[in-house]
C-alpha cells in the first residue's frame, strides 16, 4: 500500500466559524470539545508554541491546520487576522505550511485572490457526496457541480495540495452511491482523500431525525465493509487516503456526544486489519496443502493490522479454515500490501 501523506499537523480549531448553516450530521462544538470562538492571537500562537514543543524530530513537514469549520465562510478581515498569525512561523521555517478545510462552493476568484499572498500550502474541500439527492438529504446547501468547479479553480493555482472529505453513511447513501462518489472523487484527481463515516452527535440535526426513527445509522460492519472497499478503490487509483474515521477524543468516547453510528477510535486500523484478513483468507483457500498448521508473513509494519484487534483475524482464520497451528512472522523485504501464505 502506498505509505500517506502524513505532516506533522497542529491543529487550530474554528468550530462552526464562517458556517452559512449547520448541516444535518455536524455538531462541530461537540466533536472538538471547544467553546465556538474564533481563536485570538495570544491562542494561536500558545497552540503553535505547545504542539512545537512535543514534534519528533523524524517528523519533517509541519502545518498548521485550521479545522472544524468553514475557513472561507469568514469575513476577508477574520481571514487576514488568522493567517497573519501565522506567516512568522513559517518565515522562521518553524511550520512549513498552513492548511484549512473549506465547503466546496467557497472556493472563487476573490477568496483565492485573498489568500492567494499567504503560505497556504493544502487546501481540504468538504465534498462529504457526489450524489445531489444526498447533498440535498444532508441539508449541505451546495450541489456537486461546486465541487468540481472548486476543484478546477484550485488546481489551476497549480500551488496547493488538495484533500477531499468524503462521507459513508449519510441520509439517502448507499453502498452503490458511495462508490459512485469515490469514483468521481478519483476523476477529479485529488492529493489526498479522508473518509469520515456519519456518527449521530447529540444535538445535531441527525440525533433528532434518529430519535425520530427516520435516520438509520450504519452498523459497524457495514461501515467497515464499505471503507474497505472505498480504500481500495482509491489506493488502486493511486490516491492517499489520510484518514478513516474521526480523530479519537475524549468527547467522542463519551455517549452523551456519539449517540448512534459508527464510532471507534481505531477505525482504520479495523479496515487495513479487515483488508489483511481478506486477502489471507484468499491465500489460504488457494493453498493446495492440507492446513493444519499455516504460516502468515508480512512486513513488519503490518503484523497488528494482521492480527487484527484482540488478535480477531487468527481466531477467525482458524475458525474458517479449521487451522490448528497458525504461525505470523514477518519479512521486512515485503512489499505493504503482501501477504505470504505457507
Ligand atoms: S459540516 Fe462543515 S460546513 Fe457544515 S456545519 Fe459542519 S463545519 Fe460547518
Known amino acids: 500500500m502506498k505509505p500517506a501523506l502524513k505532516p506533522f499537523i497542529i491543529p487550530i480549531f474554528i468550530p462552526h466559524s464562517g458556517c452559512p448553516h449547520q448541516c444535518i450530521f455536524c455538531n462541530q462544538r461537540a466533536i472538538t470539545g471547544t467553546s465556538g470562538a474564533i481563536p485570538s492571537a495570544n491562542e494561536i500562537h500558545s497552540i503553535v508554541h505547545e504542539f512545537l514543543a512535543y514534534k519528533r524530530k523524524s517528523r ?45 462552493d467557497t472556493i472563487d ?63 439517502g447513501d448507499n453502498d452503490a452511491v458511495c462508490l459512485d462518489t469515490a469514483r468521481q472523487i478519483i476523476a477529479l484527481k485529488p492529493d489526498f482523500v479522508r473518509i469520515y463515516p456519519t456518527l449521530v452527535i447529540a444535538d445535531s440535526p441527525l440525533a433528532n431525525l434518529y430519535q425520530k426513527g427516520k435516520y438509520r445509522p450504519q452498523s459497524m460492519d457495514e461501515c467497515v465493509a464499505q471503507l474497505k472497499k472505498l480504500y481500495l478503490l482509491f489506493q488502486e487509483n493511486q490516491i492517499d487516503v489520510i484518514r478513516m474515521g474521526l480523530q479519537a477524543s475524549d468527547d467522542l468516547d463519551d455517549s452523551s456526544t456519539v449517540l448512534a453510528g459508527p464510532y471507534h477510535p481505531a477505525m482504520g486500523h479495523m479496515v487495513f486489519s479487515k483488508i489483511f484478513l481478506d486477502a489471507a483468507a484468499k491465500k489460504i483457500r488457494e493453498k493446495t496443502s492440507p492446513n493444519d498448521a499455516v504460516t502468515l508473513t508480512v512486513h513488519p509494519r503490518n503484523l497488528s493490522r494482521m492480527q487484527g484487534l484482540n488478535k480477531k483475524n487468527i481466531v477467525a482464520l482458524k475458525q474458517l479454515f479449521d487451522i490448528q ?18
Open 325 to 342: 497451528k497458525l504461525n505470523l512472522t514477518t519479512d521486512a523485504s515485503l512489499g505493504s500490501s503482501d501477504v505470504v501464505v505457507n
Open 60 to 104: 519533517s513537514r509541519t502545518e498548521v491546520s485550521f479545522f472544524g469549520g468553514n475557513f472561507l465562510g469568514l469575513t476577508p478581515g477574520q481571514i487576514h487576522r488568522l493567517l497573519n498569525q501565522l506567516v512568522s512561523f513559517v518565515e522562521s521555517k518553524k511550520i512549513d505550511g498552513i492548511r484549512f478545510s473549506t465547503r466546496p
Open 109 to 171: 476568484e476573490d477568496r483565492l485572490n485573498l489568500i492567494r499572498p499567504y503560505p497556504v500550502s493544502t487546501i481540504e474541500l468538504g465534498v462529504q457526496s457526489m450524489d445531489d439527492r444526498v447533498l440535498k438529504l444532508s441539508l449541505r446547501g451546495h450541489f456537486v457541480k461546486d465541487t468540481v468547479q472548486a476543484v478546477s479553480l484550485l488546481q489551476q493555482e497549480k500551488k496547493y495540495q488538495i484533500g477531499l472529505q468524503m462521507m459513508t453513511g449519510l441520509p
